[in-house]
């Protein structure tokens, strides 16, 4: 399953959700139907939800959800994270990755040390920043910026390589 929003509350009193989009651009998460419904942090899905209608409302993104019919259930529904199925999304453009495709994958560094595993992805204007936790507790903040910082993604093997040095205190010099 794949993270690609939540819901943020209720709008209106016919039972519509406001959405928070995690996709680019925050529309396309209208294309992925059905949805899943869990709570953040879990793996357990909650509910199917199906879209009755949706549509872009000032900068934001609405939906009808079939069965959830007032306020408050739409209201019930608010933070509940909205996650689908890997293969209803495209196969990405050759040198472009999913987060979720990236995240646990082993990190090492151009000189083969291992520098952890990707705990999560982070949008940071510029550049995406890999958050890299490692075996003894220590964390790298790395750009993704392929050739520059990013060597190489190796999908199969899990492995991506950084040109990335470390100090002593496992902090970036």
């Known amino acids: 399953m794949v993270l690609v929003g939540r819901l943020a509350g209720a709008f209106g009193i016919k039972g519509w959700v406001k959405i928070g989009s995690y996709t680019s651009p925050p529309e396309n998460i209208l294309q992925y139907a059905p949805w899943h419904l869990r709570r953040k942090g879990s793996n357990k899905i909650l509910r199917r939800a199906e879209l009755s209608d949706a549509k872009v409302h000032g900068k934001g993104l609405i939906a009808k959800l079939a069965g959830i019919d007032d306020r408050d259930q739409a209201d019930g529904l608010k933070g509940l994270e909205i996650v689908v199925e ?9 040198g472009r990755y999913y ?4 995240e646990g994958m082993q990190v090492e560094a151009s000189d083969g040390s291992a520098l952890g595993r990707v705990d999560q992805m982070l949008e940071a204007g510029a550049a ?10 220590g964390r790298h903040l790395i750009p993704f910026i392929r050739d520059e910082i990013i060597l190489s993604v190796d999908l199969d093997a899990g ?3 950084v040109n990335w040095e470390q100090d002593k205190s496992g902090d970036q010099a």
């Open 128 to 137: 995406d920043v890999m958050v890299v936790c490692g075996a003894e507790g």
């Open 99 to 102: 987060w979720a495709d990236l």
């Open 159 to 161: 492995l991506i390589r």
């Open 86 to 94: 890997r293969s209803q999304l495209p196969d990405p453009e050759d």
